[in-house]
């Protein structure tokens, strides 16, 4: 489902980030673990088609990314992979609603309203069907974030640094909810952190050095 084979990706093509091989099949539920500085983030948007990789492949759902244009990309990207950003970013002047409608059309998907509601109730945001982002509380901001993410059905849903604002509490709490909407949708789950407190949460882990 997910793969990558000899990547590497450079800010100043003078010193390169190397990453180890990974290999998720789907279904499964990763932690990707290192500290500030090694290459998470970047690790994250390599797979997420966010960047393009100097050397090396990222395959999804048995597509390599590196082989398709830009503008397939997206489309590519808005229907197999869920990107849940450590910041939530929604269009301000949209309700949650539209935002996830646009989510639906930037996919090149119709806007399926019935979809939107259904798992807006199961995140226990249905109440919030036409709030602005702004309206939103910290912690309904990062589940709206997860109802984007998955909106489409992803392959594939990578969360970064989703628990390392929480406290104890909130962070089993989103850690179970993106395990259960990701067992949801079938996807496989990739959670990008420094978040120690997750190790016990997932046995499948990857360290970075």
């Known amino acids: 489902m997910l793969e990558t084979h000899s990547l590497e990706y450079s800010y ?12 998720c099949r789907e ?3 990763w932690l990707l673990l290192g500290q500030s500085g090694s290459g ?3 690790l ?22 590196n082989k398709l244009s830009s503008s397939a990309m997206d489309r590519f990207r808005g229907r197999k ?16 609603e539209e935002n996830l409608i646009l989510a639906q059309r930037l996919a090149g998907l119709r806007a399926d309203r ?5 798992l807006l109730g199961r995140l226990s945001l249905g109440h919030k069907l036409y709030a602005k982002p702004d309206n939103l509380s910290v912690g309904e901001q990062q589940r709206a974030s997860i109802a984007r993410a998955i909106v489409n059905r992803p392959a594939i849903i990578l969360a970064d640094e989703p628990t390392s604002a929480l406290d104890d509490a909130n962070c089993d709490k989103v ?9 949801v949708v ?15 949460k997932f046995p499948n882990q990857i360290e970075l050095a």
């Open 44 to 65: 994250l948007h390599l797979l997420g088609g966010l960047l393009s990789p100097q050397k090396g492949t990222v395959k999804v759902a048995d597509t390599e990314l």
């Open 175 to 183: 850690a179970h909810l993106l395990e259960e909407q990701a067992s």
């Open 81 to 96: 992979i869920g990107i849940i950003f450590q910041t939530a970013h929604f269009v301000r002047a949209l309700t949650l």
């Open 114 to 118: 019935k979809r939107i509601d259904e």
């Open 27 to 29: 279904g499964e539920h």
């Open 40 to 42: 998470k983030t970047t």
């Open 186 to 200: 079938g996807a496989t789950l990739l959670v990008v952190t420094h978040d120690g407190r997750l190790k016990e």
């Open 12 to 23: 100043d093509k003078r010193s390169s980030l190397t990453f180890p091989d990974i290999t």
